[in-house]
């Protein structure tokens, strides 16, 4: 029980932040936490995230987090304390590294993890006690060809986490969440017969769910994970581990 | 081979700014290199990789690690060598952490210069060689 309290939040109703709303994933997410009992702020560039908000009850912020206003905007609209953040946004600029662009290759960056970076940091007095901190990776942080950039932001969330979860605990945990290919319209987008090769790389025969994901995210957002944090959780049907 | 290309981070101090900034001009040297021919180590304090320095740090050290092992993926076909190397410390200790010594090769003294010569001679690539043993008993990287 006191380990629990040293990590976990208890029974109080806090804002959960969650970043690239707009999406499959991003929604998914705030459904679960909102179902968590959190009051929910959904954040993203794209305004549909207001139709998303309002569909969920929640507040909807259409903000840019690479320029200091729109981080001010996100933590003006969590109100008081914090208890969930998820750094969900992210983009892609897919190309061979001989063809990538400095530009594709800083845009990447700059959206992934330098915002995640600036609005979590914006955050550190808003936190509360216990509050959960969950970083969107990917399995292409252990390397994707075509994705250099990609690569780099997503392993760069995981290494930002493992030292603010040394150096926040134990007021916050933070913690990332690692899938690997998930139906969403980006996928959808894909060759059918590329998909399909994709697909049969992963043991557990099918492609992830956007709820696969909100699960973990739920998760680990919940005092349920209150002993865990500076980790990484690969959700991946197995894709890890496979040839 | 061309001589080996040495890429090692600085301490990034508090502007996440810099972390954009500089994983950009990693890609941009560590590309050129790679394509005039030259074998590239990038060099990391142990210490962020583990997350145990500063978080702006960690961010890089880690994200180059990404970074290199995609790299290290794309470069089988034209036989890019391109790896990772941690020493001892964290970025924010280490004065000595400058940018990119190439002479740091041929220092066999320092255990952190000889695995960088290996690692210009051999056809190792897109892993990572971790020196001091401050890895052990964590996660992997």
């Not at chain 1, 959808?188 to 090769?197: D, G, H, S, T």
């Amino acid at each position: 029980m006191q380990a629990a309290a040293l990590c976990g939040r208890g029974a109080g109703v806090s804002a959960a932040i969650v970043t690239g709303a707009a999406g499959g994933l991003g929604g998914r997410i705030g459904e679960r936490l909102a179902a968590a009992g959190h009051e929910l702020v959904l954040v993203d560039l794209d305004p549909r995230v207001e139709e998303v908000a309002a569909a969920q009850g929640a507040r909807g912020v259409v903000a840019d987090l690479t320029r200091a206003e729109g981080v001010a905007a996100a933590v003006e609209a969590a109100g008081g304390e914090v208890g969930v953040l998820v750094n969900n946004a992210g983009i892609t600029r897919d190309a061979r590294a001989t063809k990538m662009t400095e530009a594709e290759f800083a845009a990447v960056i700059e959206i992934n993890l330098t915002a995640a970076i600036r609005l979590t940091l914006a955050l550190e007095e808003r936190f509360a006690r216990g509050a959960s901190v969950v970083n969107l990776s990917s399995r292409a942080s252990l390397g994707n060809f075509g994705q250099a950039n990609y690569s780099a932001s997503k392993a760069g969330l995981v290494g930002f986490g493992r030292a603010l979860a040394q150096r926040w605990a134990p007021r916050v945990r933070v913690n990332a969440v690692a899938p690997s290919l998930v139906d969403t319209p980006m996928t959808q987008a894909m060759p059918p017969e590329v998909l399909a090769k994709l697909v049969a790389k992963i043991p557990a025969g099918r492609i992830g769910t956007p709820d696969d994901v909100a699960g973990v995210v739920a998760f680990l957002a919940s005092d349920d994970a209150a002993y865990v944090t500076g980790q990484v959780i690969y959700v991946c049907g197995g894709r890890t581990v496979a040839p | 081979m061309g001589e080996v290309f040495v890429f090692r981070p600085e301490p990034l101090g508090d502007d996440p700014g810099a972390v954009t900034e500089v994983l950009t001009a990693a890609f941009v040297a560590v590309r050129e290199a790679l394509e005039g021919g030259r074998p590239v180590v990038v060099s990391l304090a142990a210490g962020d990789l583990l997350g145990q320095g500063g978080p702006l740090d960690a961010a890089v050290a880690a994200g180059l690690l990404g970074m290199v092992r995609t790299l290290g993926i794309e470069g089988a076909k034209p036989g890019w060598r391109i790896n990772v190397v941690a020493g001892p410390g964290v970025a924010a200790e280490g004065a000595d952490l400058g940018v990119a010594p190439e002479d740091e090769a041929a220092d066999e003294e320092d255990p952190v210069g000889l695995i960088i010569g290996e690692l210009a001679r051999s056809e190792l690539t897109g892993q990572l060689l971790q020196v001091g043993g401050a890895n052990l008993g964590k996660l992997p990287a």
